[in-house]
């Protein structure tokens, strides 16, 4: 395939690139465009990709080919109705229908990605239970990824609904509007933590200019282009190549979002597009770094580690390796590697060791990374981007897993317990791991560096600490990685989970404060490396009345886990997993207890919540109606906002939630649940049929 994933980033004929593409349709009937006479100005234009709202014909993606523009299909299945309760034969037509159209169009040169679905509306995602709906995408999801393996498969979202990211996804497609520059700044590194351990593409984002003047569109989206590659986003999709539009079975005329007029003349957008040279993340004076790798007895993994340090994209880093004591043929190999600079010590410990690599480095900036990793090409220039722009005395990015090619490491990989970073905010962090810890010389020396009394773990969690109670401040970047090998055995993973035990009770003798019964009590979210969905039981702030224009999660302190890779998520690796979970909290709390730790047992995930609903009812109208127009009419009627999350309205002992779905036709459906049947149907229907509904039939 053209187009591959690699860790946080998208390659392009093997080589990272940023994706620089433009919707494209649907179109009127009558619409004067095709892609003969469109696909030439498109590339000229300065863009390598299009995104179409269907599945194309072999014409449309050959002549992509002839104009070296990669397509992004979605395809448009009716997912604004309830395909979990009500029509579940939706799901499984579209799963049919992408498969069948797999199967004849890939591999195609042409052929980017593709995306399973676009914008599943929130309340509809609330009425058919949104984790059920976030599995029904993931299912969609891996029977593409089946048909057409190595095409990168997603779901395009939007903000309103951030917890219905697909875990099996190869990468998180966002649709944003944000037309204030700093809002957009902001928000652009949310991104990289919702989508866990893989790329973001921005698969919409525009400006309407009859709303702003095409100047301000102009500016607007050079801009945006400029933000989102220096965030570290994969590419960023513009929202639209024409004003012609279609929906709802009519001419959208009153939106205008194209880089071209109806006239089909250009707006001041285009030629600045055309002129626009995006910038090298890498900062005018980068700092010099050096990468510090402790090892011992490493010598399965020590080689590979350093191959990827010295094929590092970056102008001015040395690498330190210092031995700790290695009694394999680690001694040996560092001997006859060029490039580096290796220390040899007595067993000493982690600490010690880390320490005697910031004593001999030469760099303003340390950057520890473990044996067992083998950081991305672009890694310190990450970092030096990040540096550049903010005081952050440390800052740290994920590590990724490789995908695991035994069942043994899909176990490993999937199992609870990996090193992870804690976020306290979007930019701001609690805890980096020490396999991609980087830092300040200064603010090392001004904390005395790591505390020699850690010999094997628990030593970067004391180093974070110490950092934030002297006044400093940790940062993340989202686009800087390392892969991160996971134990190649449930043996050694269970012996390293012990060893983690051990070393959360000697945190604990240090810093007690930061300690309850169950544990580390984090004041951020834990993440874990899969992407921020929905799990049964938790629970989503939606806002009053269901409309908070940026519903997640509630009270989040921990990503979901990693699940098992599809290849492998069988019924009896899934058994298997959880007896390595189970094992994993036994060990780790016995460990932590046996050294003087706290007590407490972990606990398991909580239970999925019952549905609330014990009456429902179906309106109908014809006349393009939602639920904000029923809203409306009851709150004229006497309803209140109510207070119960599960409900929306209430009127006495009544509750109410709505959900209008989206056929595109201006006939809908909107489906009512209601805590008990009202005792007086009038109470209800009047105002419905007031409002412009009827009761279905």
């Not at 004929?13 to 349709?25: M, Q, W």
């Not at 330190?320 to 001694?331: E, L």
């Not at 055995?489 to 009770?505: C, D, I, R």
Request: proline share 8%; net charge neutral.
């Amino acid at each position: 395939m053209p187009l591959s994933v690699n860790g946080k980033h998208f390659l392009l004929h093997g080589s990272p690139h940023f994706l620089r593409c433009v919707t494209y349709g649907p179109f009127p009937p009558d619409s004067p465009h095709s892609p003969a006479s469109d696909f030439p100005k498109i590339r000229q234009a300065g863009f390598d990709s299009i995104r179409i709202y269907h599945l194309p014909d072999q014409t449309l993606l050959d002549t992509a080919a002839q104009n070296q523009l990669l397509v992004i299909p979605t395809h448009a299945w009716g997912h604004g109705c309830d395909f979990i309760h009500d029509q579940p034969s939706l799901l499984e037509k579209a799963r049919r229908d992408i498969t069948n159209w797999l199967h004849t169009h890939h591999p195609h040169p042409a052929l980017g990605a593709l995306l399973v679905g676009n914008e599943i509306p929130s309340d509809m995602a609330r009425w058919m239970t949104p984790w059920k709906v976030n599995r029904a995408l993931d299912s969609l999801i891996r029977s593409a990824q089946k048909a057409a393996p190595g095409l990168p498969i997603a779901y395009a979202n939007f903000p309103t609904t951030e917890y219905l990211e697909p875990p099996s996804a190869d990468f998180t497609a966002f649709n944003i509007y944000l037309e204030d520059q700093e809002a957009l700044q902001k928000y652009l590194p949310r991104l990289h933590h919702l989508a866990g351990d893989r790329p973001v593409l921005l698969t919409e984002f525009g400006m309407d200019t009859q709303r702003n003047s095409e100047e301000a569109q102009a500016q607007l989206l050079t801009i945006a282009l400029r933000l989102t590659h220096l965030a570290g986003l994969a590419g960023a999709t513009l929202y639209a190549w024409s004003d012609h539009w279609f929906n709802n079975q009519r001419n959208m005329d009153e939106w205008s979002f194209g880089l071209l007029r109806r006239d089909l003349s250009e707006k001041p957008a285009l030629p600045a597009l055309r002129k626009l040279t995006l910038p090298s993340p890498l900062p005018e004076n980068p700092p010099k770094f050096s990468v510090i790798i402790c090892t011992r007895n490493g010598q399965e993994r020590i080689a590979s580690c350093l191959d990827a340090c010295r094929n590092i994209d970056y102008p001015d880093f040395e690498i330190i390796v210092v031995n700790d004591g290695s009694t394999d043929q680690t001694t040996a190999i560092l001997d006859q590697e060029n490039g580096i600079t290796a220390y040899h010590l007595a067993p000493c410990g982690l600490s010690a060791a880390r320490n005697h690599g910031a004593l001999k480095s030469a760099g303003d900036i340390l950057a520890y990374t473990d044996d067992d990793c083998q950081p991305d090409s672009q890694w310190l220039t990450w970092l030096a981007r990040a540096y550049s722009e903010s005081d952050y005395a440390a800052i740290g990015g994920p590590n990724l897993a490789p995908l695991p090619d035994s069942r043994s490491l899909a176990l490993t990989t999937a199992a609870p317990g990996a090193p992870t970073h804690v976020m306290l905010d979007d930019t701001t962090a609690e805890h980096l791991p020490g396999c991609h810890l980087s830092v300040k010389k200064s603010a090392f020396d001004h904390i005395g560096g790591f505390d020699p009394i850690f010999q094997t773990a628990g030593d970067d969690v004391d180093f974070c600490w110490r950092l934030r109670d002297h006044g400093h401040s940790l940062g993340f970047s989202g686009a800087s990685f390392v892969w991160h090998h996971r134990r190649a055995t449930p043996t050694k993973y269970l012996k390293q989970q012990s060893g983690y035990g051990k070393a959360e009770a000697l945190l604990y003798k240090k810093h007690p404060q930061r300690f309850s019964q169950g544990g580390i009590r984090w004041e951020g979210c834990v993440y874990q490396g899969i992407a921020l969905g929905i799990e049964p039981g938790d629970f989503i702030y939606t806002g009053p009345t269901g409309e908070a224009p940026y519903q997640s999660l509630g009270k989040l302190l921990r990503q979901p886990m990693r699940g098992l890779h599809p290849k492998f998520d069988t019924p009896l690796n899934r058994t298997l997993l959880k007896l390595l979970t189970f094992a994993q909290i036994h060990l780790r709390h016995r460990a932590r207890k046996k050294h003087g730790g706290p007590s407490a047992r972990g606990s398991w995930p909580s239970a999925p919540r019952p549905s609330s609903y014990s009456s429902t009812l179906t309106l109908i109208n014809s006349d393009g109606l939602s639920r904000h127009h029923l809203y409306r009419q009851l709150l004229q009627d006497g309803w209140a906002p109510c207070p119960d999350p599960d409900f929306d309205l209430q009127k006495g002992p009544l509750k109410l939630l709505a959900a209008t779905e989206q056929t595109g036709t201006p006939t809908n459906r909107t489906f009512i649940g209601l805590n008990q049947a009202p005792a007086n149907p009038d109470q209800l229907l009047a105002p419905a049929k007031a409002a412009g509904f009827s009761k279905a039939d």
